[in-house]
């Protein structure tokens, strides 16, 4: 399903990006009502209005159900107590009434449970498909501030806690309901007796408006404290190769430790506030009971009360507590909800900076020429990582970026791809402005290898024709020969077919990159960029790619940045950064020949800029 329409008339929050992890996405409870959630999960609910309004419907029906069955067993009871001349066909009828009631109500539960439920997993599953539709197009400024962990946990969580709610807030509208008629009923059946019953009402608020706030305190804690124990948990799952290494485990052990009990106490905390609510109610339930018994039996004695009226009474009082207990559980629930409607609508409201232009053309067959023209780039505002770069790469020109860390070797190459937008300038692709293209096109047109490559769960051959799904088995098989990976793969348990698991577990980091290399191979691409490609393949291997791409890059224009001076004197032309700027333009024998900043390091024998 597509995602629904946004609301526009609220004001909408910001999504944060700093502060604590409680404060920020954590956060356990929020108000009980906001209106801007509740309006943009209505949006969400509009295609189930029908099955809703079914629900709500049988949520009715079971509701006046339960009212009736006590009306009902009055009737019996009375008629029974008069003796035969009340009449036995009416007993009987009567009897059939109640059978009537008890199938009705069979039915509208069975209904609604379905409904009901059958909604919130499809609701469940809009919101998640929503947002990981909107989490693959979000721009990857949006990216390089969130941490992965907040995102899963409003994908899985937070979507939780609104499923909840839905399912939870209509069965709510029964318990009012319940709660109501009961009320409606018993002061319609004896109103002095039915004040003396509700009596116990006012005393359970009073206690309920002092216990909330301690409650909701001591359920604070145990959150906080228990996403502290989970993190250190986490950290030390991920870090467990360092711990070994420098034989921490009895110090994170003790550090853990200490964790763990804090969330213990927290825990228990919380549980003793939980746990004297309902004794209270119970003590209240009990403490109406007995004023039915006591003064309603002395009525019965009294013969100013029918029998049948006071059992009705009982019925009604030991259901009366349940929707009570049911409603005190839905405000901490809707508490939760609207705090995590507030984290998921962010998400789904954050703004897309890099997207297709309105009358963005198709990127056809180009020449494969690359010109960044007068571009002044950053991450963060007035912080400009490139200051006024030009250069042209011409078509099938092998192109080598050089710098310290931090020059801004990398950022040309997601200005290139257009993972951002420049700040000042332009970056052309085959004479065109890559904003005035759409983003397929110029995909289909670049290609990338990353120092850090990532395989997904799936197999060998999957990964390689990752970008390309169209892709042949022969094509597949060259592109590994092509940087000799195909005996590696050949010696696999089922070759190409082999499942690898998400991020290449059981592969080297070597050999991911090969696997990530054949990946930009199949793909075909005029423009191949190489960002430290080869940094974390041994000397061997590099040669067998050099080799490798002496040949395929013929014909394509190639952007490398690197580190290591051993890797870049074959480029036909050598662009030296610094500090966002370039200082130094041309081949290897040019630029050792002026003498320069290039010259120098190399005369040094420096393995890469960063030594120096």
């Known amino acids: ?19 604590s992890q409680t404060s920020q996405d954590e956060a356990l409870f929020g108000r009980a009502f906001d209106k801007w959630v509740v309006r943009r999960f209505l949006t969400f609910l509009t295609p189930y209005r029908r099955r809703i309004g079914i629900g709500i419907a049988a949520i009715v029906v079971f509701t006046l159900m339960q009212l ?63 947002m990981y539709a909107h989490l693959q197009k979000v721009s990857l400024t949006f990216m390089d501030k969130t941490e992965t962990g907040r995102l899963m946990s409003r994908l899985q969580g937070d979507v939780g806690a609104l499923q909840e709610f839905l399912e939870s807030s209509i069965f709510a509208i029964g318990d009012l309901l319940l709660l109501i008629g009961i009320i409606v ?93 309902v004794p209270i109610v119970d003590t209240l339930s009990g403490a109406a009971m007995a ?53 998921i609508f962010e998400v789904l409201d954050v703004e897309i900076d890099v997207a297709d232009a309105p009358k963005a053309e ?41 710098g310290a860390t931090g020059s801004g070797k990398t950022s040309i190459a997601a200005l290139v791809h257009r993972f951002y937008d420049v700040w000042d300038g332009a970056v052309l692709i085959g004479g065109r402005d890559v904003r005035d293209v759409t983003q397929d096109s110029l995909a289909r047109n670049v290609g990338m290898v990353l120092q850090d ?63 990530s290399f054949a990946r930009a191979l199949v793909a075909d691409t005029r423009i191949l960029i190489l960002d430290e490609a080869t940094a974390n393949i041994d000397s061997y291997t590099e040669r067998q790619i050099q080799v490798a791409l002496a040949k395929l890059l013929q014909g394509r224009t190639a952007i490398v940045i690197a580190h290591r001076l051993a890797t870049i004197r074959g480029a036909d032309r050598i662009i030296v950064l610094q500090a966002g700027e370039v200082i130094e333009n041309g081949d290897h024998d040019t630029l050792m020949a002026r003498g320069g900043h290039y010259s120098q390091l190399y005369s040094l024998n420096f393995a890469s800029f960063d030594d120096a």
Not at 82 to 96: D, H, M, N, S
Not at 305 to 322: E, K, P, S, W
């Open 185 to 277: 009923v018993t002061l319609s059946l004896d109103p002095v007796l039915g004040a003396l019953t509700l009596s116990v009402v006012p005393i359970l608020f009073i206690v309920r408006i002092v216990w909330l706030p301690l409650a909701r305190r001591a359920f604070m804690r145990a959150r906080e404290t228990q996403s502290a124990t989970n993190a250190a948990l986490a950290e030390t799952v991920h870090g467990v190769r360092t711990i070994q290494e420098l034989r921490r485990e009895d110090v994170n052990l003790r550090l853990f430790d200490e964790k763990a009990h804090d969330n213990l106490r927290a825990q228990l905390s919380a549980s003793k506030y939980t746990n004297i609510m």
């Open 68 to 130: 009736a069955i006590p009306l009902v067993v009055r009737a019996v009871i009375d008629r029974a107590l008069a003796g035969p001349e009340a009449g036995l066909a009416l007993l009987q009828i009567i009897c059939g009434v109640f059978l009537v009631i008890v199938v009705l109500s069979y039915a509208a539960n069975h209904i609604m449970e379905i409904v009901v439920g059958k909604v919130a997993q499809e609701l469940l599953f809009d919101l998640r498909r929503a």
């Open 453 to 515: 490559p990532f395989l997904f769960s799936g197999t060998v051959f999957e990964n390689i024709r990752y970008s390309t799904t169209n892709a042949s088995h022969a094509d597949v098989i060259d592109a590994a020969k092509a940087v000799g990976l195909h005996a590696l793969i050949e010696a696999m348990p089922d070759g190409y077919d082999t499942m690898l698991e998400e991020g290449g577990g059981g592969l080297s980091l070597g050999q991911r990159q090969l696997v």
């Open 362 to 402: 198709v990127l056809g067959d180009i020449n494969g020429a690359v010109e960044l023209r007068n571009v002044t780039f950053g991450y963060v505002k007035d912080q400009p990582i490139l200051k006024n770069v030009s250069f042209k790469a011409a078509p099938g020109e092998t192109i080598a970026l050089v």
């Open 291 to 343: 004023i039915v018994i006591i003064v309603g039996g002395g009525l019965v004695l009294e013969d100013a009360l029918d029998v049948g009226v006071m059992i009705a009474f009982l019925f009604y009082v030991q259901r009366f507590f349940d929707p009570i207990r049911s409603l005190t559980l839905q405000y901490s629930v809707m508490q939760r909800a609207m705090a995590a409607g507030q984290r």
């Open 1 to 19: 399903m597509s995602q629904p329409p946004k609301s526009t008339d609220e004001p909408k929050p910001q999504f944060a990006v700093v502060g």
